[in-house]
């Protein structure tokens, strides 16, 4: 299986409970190494040009109110199949459906303040990645 990258973002809910360090570390026994990492708040275009493909769904202006309420930490992760090794650590979106041992089932708190974000995609992935990341901030 090849090395490959994700993009991660540890939400203002987990920031917020000081949980960068928690969530962290079950990315890393997952087998994901993190290769880039930035503390931001995020303004009000990044939070918008982020999620625009939700820009139809009710649930947007929350979304994006809840995105930049405090910081968050973005990540680039590299390992094997690493978008798929990803959400299968994030467990699903809503934490009442999401099995345990993941990082939604440990420290989400509803299906908004769900702690994490990662990639749905290779495709994705890239473009996540570079809408935070330069290349030469990622140090793999
Ligand atoms: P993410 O994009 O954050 O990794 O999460 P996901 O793929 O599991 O979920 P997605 O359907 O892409 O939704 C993006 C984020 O929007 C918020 N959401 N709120 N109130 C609601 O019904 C609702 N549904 C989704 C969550 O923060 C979700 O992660
Ligand atoms: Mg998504």
């Not at 918008?48 to 994006?64: D, S, T």
């Not at 973005?74 to 009442?96: I, S």
């Amino acid at each position: 299986m090849a090395v490959t990258r994700t993009f991660s973002i540890i939400k203002p809910d987990a920031t917020k409970r000081n949980l960068t360090g928690a969530v962290t570390k079950m990315l890393e026994d997952a087998g994901l190494r993190v290769v880039a990492s930035k503390r931001i708040r995020m303004s009000r275009e990044q939070a918008e040009g982020f999620y625009a493909v939700h820009k139809e769904r009710p649930f947007f202006g929350e979304l994006v109110e809840f995105m930049m309420s405090d910081p968050v930490v973005v990540q680039v992760l590299e390992g094997e199949d690493a978008v798929k090794r990803n959400r299968d650590v994030m467990g699903a979106t809503n934490p009442a459906e999401a099995a345990d041992g993941t990082i939604r089932k440990e420290y989400a708190l509803s299906i908004g303040e769900n702690t994490v974000h990662g990639s749905d995609s290779e495709e994705n992935a890239k473009i996540e990645i570079e809408f935070f990341f330069s290349e030469d901030e990622i140090v793999g």
